[in-house]
């Protein structure tokens, strides 16, 4: 996932995380030597000058001899070296994406989880467009002609069940998800939802859906709650699996409220608890 991430940026720039300082310090002198993250202060060197963490520092058995030459006489406040971690500033990896600000090289990964700058990418395989979510948006609607839906969390909405994939965003953009309706014969129809957020974690979902689906001429009604997996989409979308967000009867209906959905996503919180009745 990580390589299919790096070509497509590749196209355009250099390798995220290939960032160069103004000066000429070759970053990888200021990672730690021993656990090789970003050292901040405060920092500490034995007589020989090998820095050492703090955090690592606290962790030797032997603090009298150095990890690195073995001499003895233990570890100093390096303040010199505090101050150039101060200095030292380098652009954010999204600033290919118009990002501007520029941290200490210590605070380059903290300022990258939240960056409005962070890119998502295009769902379809063939298409390298990478952006914000706002421009996402646009480039999904405008380029590729799905259809949008304008939403707020914790309201009820409706959804035309219509075969292929549908884009759901808030007034501001961020973040967007994706519906997409698809046969799954002899059940019917099927529906998968997927959040597409630019600081998306592996495994954690930050949103969940309540899906309603009321057939007046089957006299047939049902619904579904579920979390939303959220993803960058920089490996594409997920490898269809055969499970399905949610799963609706066939309908041989002209009535328009039998070929759609009442939706409702809001986010998940620590106290998240049951959902209320519809």
């Not at 030797?60 to 390096?78: E, F, Q, S, V």
């Not at 998800?177 to 998968?192: E, N």
Request: proline letters at 6%.
């Amino acid at each position: 996932m990580e390589a299919k991430r790096w070509r497509r940026q590749g196209e355009e720039g250099s390798r995220p995380g290939s960032i160069a300082s103004d000066g000429a310090i070759a970053l990888e002198a200021l990672d730690c030597t021993v656990c090789y993250h970003p050292l901040r202060p405060p920092v500490f060197q034995c007589a020989v000058g090998h820095v050492i963490c703090s955090s690592c520092h606290d962790k030797l058995l032997n603090k009298n001899k150095c990890h690195a030459c073995a001499i003895t006489g233990g570890y100093n406040r390096c303040i010199a070296f505090d101050h150039i971690l101060e200095s030292v500033r380098v652009p954010c990896s999204n600033s290919f994406y118009g990002c501007t600000a520029k941290t200490c090289y210590h605070e380059r990964d903290d300022h990258a989880k939240s960056c409005p700058h962070a890119p998502c990418f295009c769902p379809e395989d063939w298409c390298g467009f990478a952006g914000t979510t706002t421009a996402l948006l646009r480039h999904l609607t405008a380029d590729h002609r799905l259809t949008a839906t304008e939403f707020a969390f914790g309201h009820r909405f409706t959804l035309q069940v219509q075969e292929g994939m549908q884009v759901l965003h808030k007034k501001k953009g961020s973040p967007l998800f994706l519906v997409k309706f698809m046969p799954v014969p002899p059940f019917g129809k099927a529906a998968s939802v997927l959040c597409v957020d630019p600081h998306a974690v592996v495994g954690e979902c930050k949103f969940r859906c309540q899906v309603d689906f009321h057939c007046r001429t089957m006299g047939w009604r049902q619904n579904s709650d579920f979390q939303i997996r959220s993803t960058t989409l920089s490996g594409g979308l997920p490898t269809e699996d055969g499970s399905y967000s949610f799963v609706m009867p066939n309908v041989s209906s002209n009535l328009p409220t039998d070929s759609s959905v009442v939706m409702c996503v809001t986010k998940i919180t620590d106290d998240d608890g049951a959902w209320s009745d519809w």
